[in-house]
């Protein structure tokens, strides 16, 4: 036996809903668009985006139901923006950061004397027939008082240059001194 839908109960709501759809139909186009305008003027932005975007999306056809499509416009503006406020924030904070910690020295003693250490890599590009070129990368210690105290190099192919790498102490002992480097005619041996 094919199983039948039960049929609920009609309530008070179900006749005014009828009511009211029939006076819409009498009253015709004029009453809904006025009914359209006072509902506009109070929606909140973020209701009345929903509707501005429909056309927008008409195009890609995407469905209304989507709101959280990453491919909007106005997603792709808020991720922009996400991306540049985190930005100004994280410099903001390297350099209130770096202030603390300048502050934090005695400048009279611990500044003068402090370790510094200044690394500039000269990157070579890919060559057609070699592969790639050799990478220089000098490392000097300095002081504030007496300027450059040590000059070293060191030579690496770019093949075995990792990105990311961190400086460690342990491989200053692995770095070619400059004046070594300066003895061979300007030719630069590794080591």
């Known amino acids: 036996m094919p199983q039948t839908k039960k049929e609920s109960p009609e309530d008070g709501f179900s006749f005014l809903l009828l009511d009211v759809q029939k006076k819409v139909q009498e009253r015709g186009a004029a009453f809904m668009s006025e009914m359209a305008a006072l509902m506009w003027e109070h929606m909140t932005p973020d209701e009345r985006?929903?509707?501005?975007?429909?056309?927008?999306?008409k195009k890609q056809n995407l469905s209304h139901a989507d709101s959280k499509n990453k491919f909007r416009p106005r997603r792709r503006y808020c991720l922009w923006l996400e991306r540049v406020?985190?930005?100004?924030?994280?410099?903001?904070?390297?350099?209130?950061?770096i202030e603390e910690r300048v502050f934090a020295l005695k400048h009279q003693n611990s500044l003068k004397s402090l370790l510094l250490h200044l690394v500039h890599?000269?990157?070579?590009?890919?060559?057609?027939?070699a592969g790639y070129l050799s990478c220089e990368i000098p490392l000097a210690e300095l002081t504030i008082v007496d300027g450059v105290k040590k000059l070293f190099h060191v030579f690496l192919h770019l093949k075995t240059f990792l990105s990311g790498w961190r400086f460690h102490d342990a491989w200053i002992q692995k770095l070619v001194p400059h004046y070594k480097c300066l003895n061979n005619g300007?030719?630069?041996?590794?080591k």
């Open 121 to 129: 890599v000269n990157c070579c590009c890919i060559h057609r027939i």
């Open 186 to 190: 300007g030719k630069y041996v590794e």
């Open 85 to 97: 406020l985190i930005r100004a924030n994280r410099q903001t904070s390297m350099t209130q950061e």
């Open 49 to 57: 985006w929903t509707y501005e975007e429909r056309p927008r999306n």
